[in-house]
């Protein structure tokens, strides 16, 4: 019989007994671990900041494109710049051969005729052959050229030649003026020997300069379609980056309207279940205080029947024996009166006792006339002067109604007299065909603002639940300029004995003088 246990024994302690195996290190696994959490907080953070990463991308591409642009811009401009000065240089060495060959034409006519007006333009010309030579100085040297600067230095050592030789002829021909015209003509008929050369060498810079300023017109034109090409790429990038940033936007859009609209559902189902759960809490409280009223009842009716039966036969029976030995035994008897009467504040506290939990009158007569004698009470014992606004005659508003009513104005008046330290109230009540009104009002140093947010004052809290489970409104303010007002608003409930009272205004809630 015992083999099972003992066989089953090893395996519990093999499941239970803990493992005392070598463990491997605790550093083996953290390593996917790790990347794991990195990776998915990576990508919590690119879908968190996605679109502030394609914003930055977008700024930072089209401040590139800008510079990119700016810098092709500039470079296109000094390519123009370049092509312009190289036609301007053109223009100048073709003006710079032709005034060679005016020169060359003034002093031959000055050979063949000695006017001094040849002598004048030729002087004309040397001059603005000096200028444009110092204006092409000036640009060979800027352009930093050093071939295209060393031919144009060998033009202007020929030219400056060139301007003083004729110079020189000029003046021997206008000394010699006795020479015939044969002899002036065979003197200049061959050109100047480096006239040649200079030529030539026109020429060569001449083409230099074209060849330079195409260049820089298709260096330009090919900067222009780089830029081109890169607006295009810039443009492109920029609107696939925005369809991109748009596209996640609309997927947040989306994600966050599908979440508020499980928000707003799941809201609406709290708020289902709270009205729900509230309808019951009140119901359950007024169960319970249906429940208190009839345990109430209960005792206050064994109270008076019984314990009222026992105080009253034990007064009669002290009573007698006082009586028997007054004359006997006057120390007993004085005795027995002291007994007599505790045992008539035992009767008044037991029915003291029964009118709080099961007000007789409120059964007996009605609510008008409790409420009026539950004021007088507490005013003879605070005190206080009363000012009731209450319909003339008693009706019956169903027993429900009539202790919710009797209960809160029993609480207010109790609060009353702990706190208010007020010397006069003001009782009011008020009907109509659908409703009941109750008003308490005393001149008090006021309720706090504070005590109105509380919840652990019972007395309010049971007022609240009193009047909200038979569907009324249950108001409780500061007066002005001091004092508390409670207000109660309930819907009549009127049993099938009621009488059909006239209409009575509701009480207006103003504080006491």
Known sequence: MSHAPRAALPNILEDDAPSFEPETPSTAQPAPAGIARRATRLNEWMRRYSWAVAMTVAIVITVGGLVILESGRMRIAAEYETALDAKGATAQLSTLAADF????ADERGFALQPDGAYRTHFEETSARVRRTLASLDAYYRRIGDDAAFASFAQIRAAADDEIAQGTVRLADLSKD?????AARERALALPPPDSATLDAALSLLRLNEEQRAQHALDASRADQRISTLCVAALCALNIVLFLLLFRNLGIQLDKQARVQKALITQQEELDQLVFARTRQLEALAWHLQSVSENEKTELARELHDELGSILTASKMDVAWVRGKLRDAEPAMAEKLSRALGNLDQGIALKRRIIEDMRPTVLASFGLVTALRSLADEAAQRNGWSVEF???GEDMK????????????AQE????AAKYARASRIRVALALDEESVSLVIGDDGIGIRPQDLKRTQTHGLVGMRQRVSARGGRFEIERAAPHGTIISVSMPRERSADAMSPEPVTTPIATPLA
């Open 101 to 104: 060959a005016t020169l060359t």
């Open 177 to 181: 003026a006795s020479a015939d015209s």
């Open 389 to 391: 606004d209450l319909p």
């Open 397 to 408: 508003l169903g027993e429900a109604i009539e202790i919710a009513l009797f209960r809160v």
């Open 412 to 415: 207010s008046l109790t609060n």
